[in-house]
């Protein structure tokens, strides 16, 4: 099973194409690092396993600034080391470029990329309940952590966070619709993560 990388804070409805979306039901695709150079092009930290799609001239892209959605157009792409680095339409100056350091871009969830089977977005699985296949009830995917094809979910359960591996032969049903996810985990797998144990770091 795969999860890709690019996140909404919050699953919502697809939307329609005649409204500006609401930011809390966008995907996050990115967030702006810094300014770039003296010509008001930025650096972008991806979250998207797809930069090289949703990073081009031409591209929408959506940020908030002053409480307010706008929708942005790239003017430029390239990528240094493995980053985007991207001119913005009406961003002309480091000072403007500059000022945006720190925003997030993110994209309708109806123009996310399809996904082969047994692929999942990450915004999909926030939000599950977990059980096991024997009916125990283990807990609520908080968020997704990892990169594609070696990824976990991390759930809260009764005594404390639950990293669980996101593969076939643990998670033996995800209906994201539904918001299930029913898992057949080894033995210990869920008496490992104690609350006496402390997890890793996650990913913001």
């Given at each position: 099973?795969?999860?890709?990388?690019e996140?909404?804070?919050?699953?919502?409805?697809?939307?329609?194409?005649?409204?500006?979306?609401?930011?809390?039901?966008?995907?996050?695709?990115?967030r702006?690092?810094?300014?770039?150079?003296?010509?008001?092009?930025?650096?972008?930290?991806?979250?998207?396993?797809?930069?090289?799609?949703?990073?081009?001239?031409?591209?929408?892209?959506?940020?908030?600034?002053?409480?307010?959605?706008?929708?942005?157009?790239?003017?430029?792409?390239?990528?240094?080391?493995?980053?985007?680095?991207?001119?913005?339409?009406?961003?002309?100056t480091?000072?403007?470029?500059?000022?945006?350091?720190?925003?997030?871009?993110?994209?309708?969830?109806?123009?996310?990329?399809?996904?082969?089977?047994?692929?999942?977005?990450?915004?999909?699985?926030?939000?599950?309940?977990?059980e096991?296949?024997?009916?125990?009830?283990?807990g609520?995917?908080?968020?997704?952590?990892?990169?594609?094809?070696?990824?976990?979910?991390?759930?809260?359960?009764?005594?404390?966070?639950?990293?669980?591996?996101?593969?076939?032969?643990i998670?033996r049903?995800?209906?994201?619709?539904?918001?299930?996810?029913?898992?057949?985990?080894?033995?210990?797998?869920?008496?490992?993560?104690?609350?006496?144990?402390?997890?890793?770091?996650?990913?913001?």
């Open positions: 099973m795969i999860v890709a990388s996140r909404n804070l919050q699953p919502s409805d697809r939307q329609s194409a005649s409204r500006t979306p609401q930011w809390e039901e966008m995907a996050l695709v990115g702006i690092a810094r300014a770039h150079g003296i010509r008001g092009q930025v650096i972008v930290n991806p979250e998207s396993d797809f930069a090289d799609e949703r990073f081009q001239p031409g591209a929408e892209l959506y940020l908030e600034r002053g409480g307010k959605v706008e929708k942005i157009r790239l003017t430029t792409a390239r990528f240094h080391r493995d980053r985007p680095v991207i001119g913005i339409e009406g961003v002309e480091m000072n403007d470029a500059a000022a945006l350091a720190g925003r997030e871009l993110r994209v309708p969830v109806d123009r996310l990329a399809p996904l082969a089977a047994d692929t999942f977005y990450r915004h999909d699985l926030i939000g599950c309940r977990v096991t296949t024997n009916g125990q009830d283990v609520i995917v908080e968020d997704v952590e990892g990169t594609v094809g070696r990824s976990r979910l991390i759930v809260k359960g009764a005594n404390g966070e639950i990293l669980i591996p996101l593969a076939s032969e998670c049903m995800i209906d994201p619709a539904g918001k299930r996810i029913m898992i057949d985990p080894p033995e210990g797998l869920l008496e490992l993560n104690g609350p006496a144990k402390a997890g890793p770091d996650k990913r913001a």
